[in-house]
């Protein structure tokens, strides 16, 4: 199955829209990441000043190791960002921290859709790691009903990417509006600080294109599977 050439003629679409992603992230980061911004604030600072301006308290703001490993964490409250992003005064690592000061926004604002996304976390990942077994073991062993509840199973991974798409655009969203509302960015630095957010935004779309194009994927295999036990 990890070599049929449908697969790849199914995820075809996602994947050159993967790479266009990873290429426009790592150019839009490095031309932002040359930019100083103009209040001369560090990531972790303009995160800071975003949450006491937004009302939000009890969210400590670390670093993490990695190059763009940033993210928020809600159980720990915690707003966790790269060593770039935390230490750097350019536009780059402002749009990023601040797109993480916007999930922490939702957080404390109770966005619907951010608890939804928590909570489908563990299922996703039951559905990624244990879905694709079933769907072999089924292939291979050509029970149908297995390959069916494998692929039941991969769903949630595609219900999480499905509901994790706005809760990421809803954070872009939050952070360009804190950005320009509390004077973090200047009217000129906008269009740049978009550009970086827009970026990581087409990453999003591209998982969430590629697992919907994996899901029917294995629908078709599935299918055809059918036809030719029926047709023995």
């Known amino acids: 199955m990890f070599f049929d ?9 996602g994947l ?5 992603a990873q290429w426009r992230v790592s150019s839009a980061y490095h031309r932002a990441s040359q930019v100083p911004a103009s209040t001369g604030y560090s990531g972790a600072k303009t995160a800071a000043e975003i949450l006491r301006e937004s009302g939000v308290g009890g969210v400590a703001i670390d670093v993490v190791p990695g190059q763009l490993t940033d993210h928020y964490d809600p159980g720990e409250k915690v707003l966790r960002l790269s060593p770039d992003v935390y230490r750097g005064r350019n ?11 916007g999930h922490a926004i939702q957080d404390a604002k109770k966005y619907p859709l951010l608890g939804l996304r928590n909570g489908l ?4 990942n039951f559905g990624g790691s244990v879905g694709w077994l079933m769907i072999a073991a089924g ?3 050509a ?8 692929i039941a199973v991969f769903s949630l991974t595609v219900l999480f990417q499905l509901v994790n798409l706005p809760v990421e655009f809803d954070a872009s969203r939050r952070a360009k509006a804190e950005l320009v509302a509390n004077g973090l960015i200047a009217p000129a630095e906008e269009r740049e600080v978009a550009r970086v957010l827009s970026a990581a935004a087409l990453t999003y779309v591209a998982a969430t ?15 055809a599977g059918s036809q030719t036990a029926d047709e023995s």
């Open 5 to 13: 050439p449908m697969y790849l003629l199914f995820l075809a679409p």
């Open 121 to 124: 976390v563990p299922l996703a």
């Open 91 to 101: 536009l780059a690592a402002l749009g990023i921290a601040a797109h993480e000061a």
């Open 143 to 150: 029970l149908s009903g297995l390959v069916y509840a494998g």
């Open 209 to 223: 294109l590629t697992s919907i194009l994996t899901l029917f994927y294995f629908l078709f295999r599935a299918g």
């Open 16 to 20: 050159l829209l993967a790479l266009l």
């Open 139 to 141: 292939l291979v062993m």
